[in-house]
């Protein structure tokens, strides 16, 4: 008899801790919605040639077609090596040089874009560059 008191009484606890987990979430989702995310699919891993021209895309959840964004080429992530200037924060694309001026084997490379409005920032994975021979 006492075995089933307290079962009866465990599952009230655990169905009442459901109800209360269901009804109260912890994250409001569409404050969650409307946060700006800027992703940077690309550049890939790589290795990419030093002297060879690469592409850098982004897209953004909130920013805008008429939003222009920031981007920078970060050397073993701190020295900025390249910086330039792309429309559309929504979305976009642009091409770049792995400059021999600032593209070393051995280092680590990452490309940042930051949307100048919203001030929101995505970086890309990592990539190394390689020398061709000639």
């Not at 699919?41 to 021209?53: D, H, N, R, V, Y």
């Not at 895309?57 to 020295?79: A, M």
Request: charged share 15%.
């Amino acid at each position: 008899m006492a075995f089933f008191k307290v079962s009866r009484l465990l599952a009230i606890l655990v169905v009442m801790f459901a109800a209360l987990a269901v009804c109260s979430p912890i994250v409001n989702l569409s404050e969650r919605q409307n946060t700006p995310v800027l992703h940077v699919p690309s550049p890939g891993p790589g290795p990419w040639a030093i002297e060879s021209i690469q592409n850098v895309s982004w897209w953004c959840n909130e920013c805008g077609q008429n939003d222009r964004v920031v981007i920078e080429i970060i050397k073993n992530g701190t020295t900025v090596v390249r910086r330039t200037t792309g429309h559309n924060a929504n979305s976009g694309t642009k091409d770049f040089l792995i400059d021999p001026r600032w593209a070393t084997v051995g280092d680590t490379f990452t490309v940042r874009v930051t949307d100048t409005r919203l001030h929101v920032s995505g970086t890309s994975g990592p990539f190394t560059v390689f020398k061709t021979q000639g």
